[in-house]
C-alpha cells in the first residue's frame, strides 16, 4: 500500500483550478490520477510565473498526476475516454453542464460502462438554475458569496483575494465529496454524481452572516482587519518597520495582551468582558497595542508576547515561509526534482498521517508524458492515427 487511497483511480479532465486541485489532493494520498488535457495544454501550463518557459504554476497542480492528451470533442477521442473510463473510479470534469451529454459522455452513458463510477463536476453555478450555463470562476464565488463585501476598509470598495480563494475551498471540498461518494459506493455497490458549485463551499465558511440576517436582520459590514467578535484583533506594525497580527477571541488572551502592553486597568471596564462589546471599542484597544507594539521590534514583540502567553504571528511572505522553524518542523515545504527545472520547492501534503502517510510522488509532467504508455494499458496502440486526426499530441 502507497498511500491511503492506493487503488482508487482517478480521470482528471478539469481545468483552472478547483477540479484539478482537488485531484492532486487525492493523488497526494495515494489514488492513481490520469491528466487528461487537451492536445493543446492545460491552461495552467501558461498561468502565473514561469522559469525558462515553464508554467510554475503546473508543476504543483499537476503533481503526482500521469499527463496525457485526449480531444475529447471527436469520436475518437470519445471512444478512448470510454475505455478509460470503463475501470475508473472518478471523473473530474468542469465543462459547461450539457457538454459531456453533448458528446455521448453524459452520467447515464458512462454508468453504463462502469456502474459503480463517481462523476465529480465542478462548475461555477451548479447543473441546474438559471445561472448553470454560465462561464464561471472563483472570482464570481467569491463576489456572490458575501466575501467581497465583507473584505476591505469600511470606506473602502468591496475586495477581492489576490489568489484563487473559492476555488480552494471548493477543491477541498470536492475531494472531500468524492470520498464520500466512494464511502457510500461500498454499502450500494453504485456511483453517483457530484455536482459541485463553486459559489457555495465558500458560502459556508464565511460563517453566520445567513443565520443573523434571517434572525435579526443584519448584515455584516466591511471591517478592514477588524472582527465584529473580539477586540483587539488587526495587524501592528513593529518599530523596525515589520508588521504582526493578534488575536484576542478567547477572554484570557484579551486580559494577557491588556497586561502586557501596560493597561490592565480596561480590563476592568464592563464593556471589556464581552468579546462583541470590546469590538465596539476597537479604537481603544487598538491605540493601547498598536502604540505599545510600535515602540518595540518585531522579535521583541513576539518574544514578549510568546512570554505572557499570548496570540501573536509575524505577517509572512514567501521567503519568511521558507527560513521559518515551525514549518521546517512540520515538513511543510516539499524539495523534488523536476526533469525540466531540477530541485523545487512547493507546499507538501496537506496533513500528517502516522500510518498511510500522504506523498508527492511526481512534479507536474510535460504536455503528453504519459499519454503513449497509458494509452497501451488499455490495448491501444495506433498512436499514430491518433496524433494525424489530432486526437492526442
Do not use: C
Request: net charge negative.
Amino acid at each position: 500500500m502507497t498511500g491511503a487511497l492506493s487503488g482508487i483511480r482517478v480521470l482528471d479532465t478539469a481545468t483552472l483550478f478547483a477540479g484539478p486541485l482537488a485531484a492532486t489532493m487525492l493523488a497526494d494520498f495515494g489514488a492513481e490520477v490520469i491528466k487528461i488535457e487537451h492536445p493543446n495544454g492545460d491552461p495552467v501550463r501558461s498561468h502565473g510565473a514561469q522559469r525558462d518557459g515553464v508554467g510554475l504554476w503546473w508543476k504543483m497542480l499537476g503533481r503526482g498526476k500521469e499527463a496525457i492528451t485526449l480531444y475529447l470533442g471527436s469520436p475518437e477521442g470519445q471512444e478512448v475516454f470510454r475505455k478509460l473510463v470503463a475501470d475508473a473510479d472518478v471523473v473530474i470534469e468542469n465543462f459547461r453542464p450539457g457538454t459531456l451529454e453533448r458528446w455521448g459522455l453524459g452520467y447515464d452513458e458512462l454508468r453504463e460502462l462502469n456502474p459503480g463510477l463517481v462523476l465529480a463536476r465542478v462548475t461555477g453555478f451548479g447543473q441546474v438554475g438559471p445561472y448553470a450555463k454560465r462561464p464561471g470562476f472563483g472570482t464570481l464565488a467569491e463576489a456572490m458569496s458575501g466575501f467581497a463585501a465583507i473584505t476591505g476598509e469600511p470606506d473602502g470598495p468591496p475586495t477581492l483575494p489576490p489568489f484563487g480563494l473559492a476555488d480552494g475551498i471548493a477543491a477541498l471540498t470536492t475531494a472531500f465529496a468524492v470520498l464520500t461518494a466512494l464511502r457510500a459506493r461500498e454499502h450500494t455497490g453504485e456511483g453517483q454524481v457530484v455536482d459541485l458549485a463553486i459559489i457555495e463551499p465558500i458560502l459556508t465558511l464565511l460563517g453566520p452572516q445567513l443565520i443573523a440576517y434571517d434572525q435579526l436582520g443584519e448584515l455584516q459590514e466591511r471591517t478592514g482587519n477588524r472582527s465584529a467578535n473580539n477586540a483587539p484583533r488587526n495587524t501592528y506594525r513593529t518599530r523596525d518597520g515589520r508588521w504582526v497580527a493578534i488575536s484576542t477571541s478567547a477572554q484570557s488572551i484579551a486580559e494577557r495582551v491588556m497586561r502586557l502592553v501596560g493597561r490592565p486597568e480596561l480590563i476592568d471596564e464592563p464593556w471589556f468582558a464581552s468579546g462583541r462589546e470590546r469590538a465596539q471599542h476597537a479604537d481603544e484597544l487598538d491605540e493601547a497595542v498598536g502604540s505599545w507594539i510600535a515602540e518595540r521590534d518585531r522579535e521583541e514583540v513576539i518574544k514578549a508576547f510568546e512570554e505572557a502567553q499570548a496570540a501573536v504571528a509575524p505577517i509572512y511572505n514567501a521567503a519568511d515561509i521558507m527560513a521559518d522553524p515551525q514549518f521546517q518542523a512540520l515538513g511543510t515545504i516539499a524539495t523534488l526534482d523536476d526533469e525540466e527545472l531540477g530541485p523545487v520547492k512547493m507546499q507538501n501534503v496537506l496533513f500528517r498521517l502516522s500510518q498511510t502517510p500522504g506523498d508527492i510522488r511526481s512534479t507536474g509532467a510535460p504536455l503528453g508524458a504519459h499519454t503513449e504508455q497509458v494509452l497501451a494499458r488499455y490495448g491501444i496502440t495506433d498512436l499514430d492515427s491518433l496524433r494525424e486526426k489530432g486526437v492526442i499530441k
